[in-house]
């Protein structure tokens, strides 16, 4: 682990956005892996989501993000109204999201819940916490199972910070290429983290219409 006087360095992400619906109010996006969402401190860290949103639509606001290493949709406001109307959406937990993980071993289960709480642990990690941790689920169900290794889609009913990386650590079976919490073996079976935000469902603000995206798998 880089101590934090030491700033990580995200390497150069050459692949480009893609717009999976766009309007005057709000934009959907699909986040390749290896892009932040917002940009660091440092400032070879300034290539982000946000940071080339912000080249053609200068109003751009960030309601969530997803780690560096995972794929997928985020909704992205385009004014101040839209944000704190799909904000609110987002801590009611009206915001229905999906991912496609592949994990390290075969799941013998096909379906089920993980109920674990989550804390911070030493930076920049997060812990399983059952004293001070905020309560965590995640619903799972077995998508295929291959030699060492299974794909699941992953439903979280809490959005906790690492919650989906952690639960699969907790349950034995980590997330293929996640440097925090996989061991080894585990990190080394793929040159990326094997998470990809694969759906969302929300109202439109203004509209009032209920709105489902998706964006296949990449794994």
Do not use: W
């Not at 360095?9 to 969402?37: F, R, W």
């Not at 993000?65 to 801590?91: H, P, V, W, Y």
């Not at 349950?171 to 061991?183: E, F, P, T, V």
């Amino acid at each position: 682990m880089q101590p934090q006087s030491d700033p990580f360095i995200a390497p150069k992400c050459h692949e480009q956005i893609e717009y999976l619906y766009q309007d005057e109010h709000l934009l959907v996006i699909n986040k390749p892996s290896g892009l932040l969402s917002l940009s660091g401190k440092h400032p070879l860290n300034v290539d982000s989501v946000h940071h080339r949103l912000k080249q053609d639509f200068p109003s751009a606001l960030m309601i969530h993000r997803l780690d560096l290493g995972t794929s997928g949709i985020m909704l992205i406001a385009l004014n101040k109204g839209i944000n704190k109307q799909l904000c609110r959406q987002f801590s009611e937990r009206t915001v229905k999201k999906t991912y496609i993980a592949m994990l390290d071993g075969c799941i013998e289960a096909e379906q089920g819940f993980i109920e674990l709480p989550i804390g911070k642990g030493e930076f920049p990690l997060m812990c399983i916490d059952h004293d001070n941790g905020k309560s965590a689920t995640s619903q799972f169900e077995v998508i295929e199972r291959f030699d060492d290794r299974t794909k699941v889609q992953y439903t979280p009913l809490t959005g906790r910070t690492h919650q989906l990386r952690l639960h699969s650590q907790a349950m034995g079976h980590s997330i293929l290429g996640c440097d925090l919490y996989a061991n080894d073996e585990a990190f080394f079976k793929a040159k990326r983290l094997m998470l990809h935000a694969s759906s969302l469902e929300f109202v439109h603000p203004i509209s009032a219409e209920t709105m489902m995206v998706h964006s296949p798998s990449p794994f």
